[in-house]
């Protein structure tokens, strides 16, 4: 009669716990969210052992990492400061390499147990039990680790209910992991286009004009977000002009800050808004490229910096005052005798160097009539062919000079169709800025 009663006992404590694990099942296939589903998780592997503790561990196959989001006796971890540590340390590195089961009955007693976290919260780990959670493709996804059994130390049956609920968990975390990495996905995907419409909203809406003048100015991002800028605006008694104001000069930038993306282009933003503030304030060029080197310097990460070109064209003697910093090559197609002429650079692109920029002296260029001003940055002449040949300016000047009168529009078009074409891609690996001025009369 004894056995028959164990043996009924047994059998309902196994009905009970199949019972909990489908129940289980179900809770962790009703929700994607990764952290409600490590929250079902380690809440079952709790309860179902009868343990005071469990946390899940998230595997990151890039850095080799574990990973806590929730457990419990730690306060819910916002994105920001998840712990992480190496896959290979601890009874969690220990169980995440061997992919094995490890039951411990005294945590103490085994060399991997790192006692220090208990120092730090005042907990006792007495028995671990570590599952690794592998998915239906064999692959790693976390490593769940109940502590302290309320019975004494787990048992082999304690053990098969653990590999269950893992099987279980392995699943719904893969699910859960690839809908968040999709989310996460979109999300910077749309934030990255709203950095773009920032970006493009801050470039001018619509070029100066003036009847001795023909200006095309464009950007064009190699990703969502590029690392280059320009501006174009008039200029009437120091100050820049209204909509309905004639100019008595336009000033020009071009920069291209090192890569491209969110952050390059905050540094070449802040080129374009320090150089229209210097305008709004009437700041001769001179003293403006030395403190947009100096403001660089110190808002740019070493190994990054900024290669511009500054001008202002004064619209009465047709002489341009200009400063480059490093942006070259910037040419002038002379019209009188067909010929290209190479400005060269004043000084290291900014953002390099404090305390280089100590003079004001700038260069002035004179157009003459037919004369075309050349802007373009790296994306032109470091685009490569398929077998890795260089535009270079040669690309550059063959247009310029076969379409030398044309609308400078139609000019600027013609330069992104010929150098997609010559690297046989829908785009540039660089960012494309081009500013073409031509003098008419």
Known sequence: MTNLASDGAHTASRADALEKLLEISKRLGESSDLIVVLGVIIDALRDLLAAERAT????????????????????????????????SLGVAGACATTRTLLNIPDAYADSRFNSEVDRRTGFRTKSI??????????????????????????????????????AHAAIALRRARL?????????????????????????????????????????????????????????????IAASDEAPDRIHFLIADATGHGVGPALSSMQAR??????????QPLGPLAREMNEQLFQDTPSGRFVTGWI???????????????????????????????????????????????????????????????VLLTDGYYEAASPAG???????????IRAMRDEPMAAVREELDRAVLQ????????????????KRLI
Request: aromatic share 6%.
């Open 56 to 87: 899940v561990f998230t595997y990151e196959a890039a850095g080799n990492q574990l990973a806590i989001h929730v457990a419990h006796g730690v306060a819910d971890a916002h994105e920001q400061n998840v712990i992480r540590f190496s896959a």
């Open 129 to 166: 039990l570590a599952i690794p959670l592998i998915d239906h493709e064999g692959e790693l996804v976390g490593v769940a680790q109940v502590l302290n059994s309320t019975r004494g130390a787990f048992t082999s049956a304690d053990e098969q209910i653990a590999l269950g609920v893992g």
């Open 179 to 239: 809908i968040q990495d999709h989310l996460d996905k979109l999300k910077l995907q749309e934030e990255m286009q709203v950095a773009r419409e920032i970006q493009e909203k801050c470039f001018p809406s619509s070029l100066p004009v003036h009847p001795a003048y023909d200006i095309a100015a464009h950007s064009t991002p190699a990703d969502e977000c590029g690392g280059d800028a320009y501006d174009c605006f008039g200029v009437r008694a120091n100050t």
């Open 273 to 282: 808004s320090m150089m229209r503030i210097a305008a709004r304030l009437g």
């Open 311 to 373: 001008g202002a064209l004064d619209l009465a003697s047709h002489s341009i005052e200009c400063f480059s910093a490093g942006q070259g090559p910037v040419l002038i197609y002379r019209r009188s005798d067909d010929r290209f002429e190479e400005i060269e650079t004043d000084a290291m692109p900014f953002g390099i160097m404090s305390g280089t920029f100590n003079w004001e002296a700038t260069r002035h260029l004179q157009l003459e009539s037919g004369d075309i001003l």
């Open 389 to 399: 040949a260089l535009w270079n300016e040669a690309g550059v000047c063959e247009i």
């Open 422 to 437: 010559f690297a046989c891609a829908a785009n540039t690996i660089d960012d494309r800025t081009a500013i073409l001025v």
